[in-house]
């Protein structure tokens, strides 16, 4: 049977969500996941909250999911020593670095690939499955069939989500937040500005950006024949009466294997919705009815379903989840009780009290039952008297049922102790190693284009180190890409943020093409396309998709074959000079930052067709920013912020060890593109109508 994995945000959380139904729960700690605006736990808290779900047979997944900066590594893994110790069953990271250091420091620690990670194919699966990760949160976007070929083939466990919001963008991929406003996803303090008013160019207005909240209510037995191992259910910012309601009811559809009912999607509807629900991408139907807004109830409506919620889980509490046996012997000399949980925790008690001759009426064998299975007020239960106890009582004894309740509690309370341990693990100390390689100098500028026209007589006079050219536009014009590369432009492919493994015979068919056209360099934008340009035998650079921040990730991406990676533009310089760089890097010094990237295609939204080659596409938020949409491979969209960062005035961020500046042209002509190169290669001046922005760079993220 699947797993049941619900939100905690607090201890509160924690009782919520086990006394409705989960066996496991997800809860942060520290400062060193996404959802770091909620309580969270203490040490203490953390502690109590994990030896409360181990009692209760309950898994503990900690959420580590946000990107580190080197300067934190100490303090992240003294907080994974802390986990590791304190018996959490598995941490959920996004970051490729914490994770190398994971797996060396804390070997017998489960890792799960956060859906930070943005993995949505079998490549990406078997990638993280010899990273070390143990399960895989896929992406949110998957497809039933999708769903189904990684959990039959990546031989890891799959997680999915069911129920809980769904963001526009991919998980991992979203930068809005940290450009506009310096609060980012990827740092655990998203602000949500997809669920704000937008208006189109056209002058229609509406939440374009705002999906309802998913409910995969009636997918449950489908997904369960697929294999999936763990169904998640988003909310640790929602209240602990939210998740035990939600808990509870897909707690009885997976045990009894069957969609909801008219009545219990009403109740999902009430404690929260955004006009409704969607089943998201599951059955990889995109349209308008994916879209809403929040839905605010009157208290009235949804009290009584809160207050019998919390009734559940209120102090005290306790469902029946333990199974144990129970063999108690009595003798004129005393009585025994032995206790087992079935899994290794066997404990026996006695007292050696004489047991008197009755003198009225013996104690029999039922009324030794009937004191034995008041489990009440603990985790633990007897499934069937008749088989799991055992009971040895001579005729004609009184057994007071004070002693037996006494040894009952006693051998219970002990069990209990004993569930709650955490298991030994090995512990590898963690020391800090910068500056291990020393920050090089400034070597000069790439170029990233989407069109091949925006190549212009200035590059080719003064030319990029790598000019990283979309596959698309390279395969399509396969004389051109020869021409150029006999001219000695170092053309290099730029792989598509995201495709589907239905998608990737196409890939694969186009990065043939470019190769025979002796392109042999290529730039991955996530780990799940490692592999593949890998079998290919290309050179691999790293994209700014993989959110690269610290220099452990580095000497992550260095062993499975990359050469070369851009950094991530949501540091500061500082936070860039401090990377220890044991490979060539990337920072990206020009360009109208990607925002967002969307399977659902906001460009057709606007006019209920595709629409994306007839000019391009905007978005104007309530302060009169205007934010290009650009089409992409696979009918999806990037949002790209409405500035463009420019550095070429600038000298500080060539100090900060990266070799290279990319130079990233998107939405420019021919003729601006190759000014924008002037100014950067000849310090020519350039001038912006709308003016430009200086980037995170001096601002930085919360």
Known sequence: MPELLAPAGSFEGVRAAVQSGANAVYLGFGTFNARRGAKNFSREEMAEAIAYCRTR??????????VALDRELSEAMEDVRFLSEAGADALIVQDLGLARLIREHAPDLPLHA??????????????????????????????????????????????????????MCYSGQCYMSSVIGQRSGNRGLCAQPCRLPYTYDSGKKGYPLS?????????????????????????????????????????????????????????LRKVFSRDGFTDGYLTGKVDDKMFGTKTDLPMSEVKSLYEE????????????????????????????????????HDVGTADHEPVEQAKNRPTTRDMLVKNLVKTGGTPFYVANPDDDLIIDLPDGLMVPASRINA????????????????????????????NRHKNAAF???????????????????????????????????????????SEG?????????????????????????????????????????????????????????????????????????????????????????????????????????????????????????????????????????????????????????SKPLYLADKDDWKKVGAQLGRICLTTELPERAGEIWQAYTEGREVTFADGFTRGLYGRGVE
């Not at 889980?313 to 046996?325: D, H, I, Q, R, S």
């Not at 212009?456 to 590369?485: C, F, I, N, W």
């Open 57 to 66: 047979g309950v898994k503990t997944n900690v959420t580590f999911n946000i």
């Open 114 to 167: 956060s859906t930070q990670m943005t993995i949505h194919t079998l490549d990406g699966a078997l990638q993280a499955k010899k990273l070390g990760f143990s399960r895989v949160v896929l992406s949110r976007e998957c497809t039933l069939d999708e769903i189904e070929k990684i959990t039959r083939e990546a031989g890891v466990e799959t997680e999915v989500f069911v129920h809980g919001a769904l963001c």
């Open 211 to 267: 999906l309802k909240d998913l409910c995969a209510a009636k997918w449950i037995p489908t997904l369960t024949q697929m294999g999936v191992s763990s169904f998640k259910i988003e909310g640790r910012m929602k209240r602990p009466e939210y998740s035990a309601i939600v808990t509870k009811i897909y707690a009885d559809l997976l045990r009894e294997q069957r969609g909801p009912t008219k009545e219990e999607n009403e109740v």
């Open 309 to 344: 919620a919390a009734h559940r889980f209120a102090e005290g509490k306790e469902a029946p989840l333990v199974p144990v046996t129970m063999s108690c012997t009595v003798t004129p000399d005393g009585i025994s009780l032995g206790v087992s949980d079935g899994e290794e």
């Open 407 to 434: 040894l009952r509690r006693t051998a219970l309370n002990t069990v209990a102790m004993l569930r709650g341990l955490p298991p030994k693990r090995t512990w590898k100390p963690f020391q800090t190693s910068h």
């Open 443 to 485: 070597e000069g500028y790439t170029l990233e284009i989407r069109k091949l026209s925006q190549l212009t007589p200035a590059m080719q006079a003064h030319k990029p180190q790598t000019v990283y050219v979309p596959l698309a536009e390279l395969a399509g014009e396969p004389d051109t890409v020869r021409s150029l590369l």
């Open 489 to 641: 432009m170092p053309l290099a492919v730029h792989m598509p943020r995201i495709y589907t493994d239905a998608e990737q015979p196409e890939i694969e068919r186009m990065l043939d093409v470019v190769r025979d056209c002796g392109v042999q360099t290529a730039c991955a934008m996530n780990v799940g396309q490692l592999p593949l340009l890998r079998r290919k035998g290309f050179t691999v650079h790293g994209g700014f998709g993989l959110n690269v921040c610290n220099g452990a990730a580095l000497d992550a991406l260095a062993e499975l074959g990359v050469v070369r990676q851009t950094l991530s533009f949501e540091l500061r310089t500082a936070q860039l000079r401090d990377i220890d760089k044991p490979i060539q890097t990337e920072m990206v010094v020009y360009g109208h930052l990607p925002l967002m990237i969307f399977e659902n295609c906001a460009i057709r939204r606007k006019t209920g067709k595709c629409s994306c080659k007839q000019g391009i596409t905007t978005l104007t938020d309530r302060t009169g920013q205007r934010f290009a949409l650009l089409p992409e491979f696979g009918c999806r969209n990037t949002l790209l912020n």
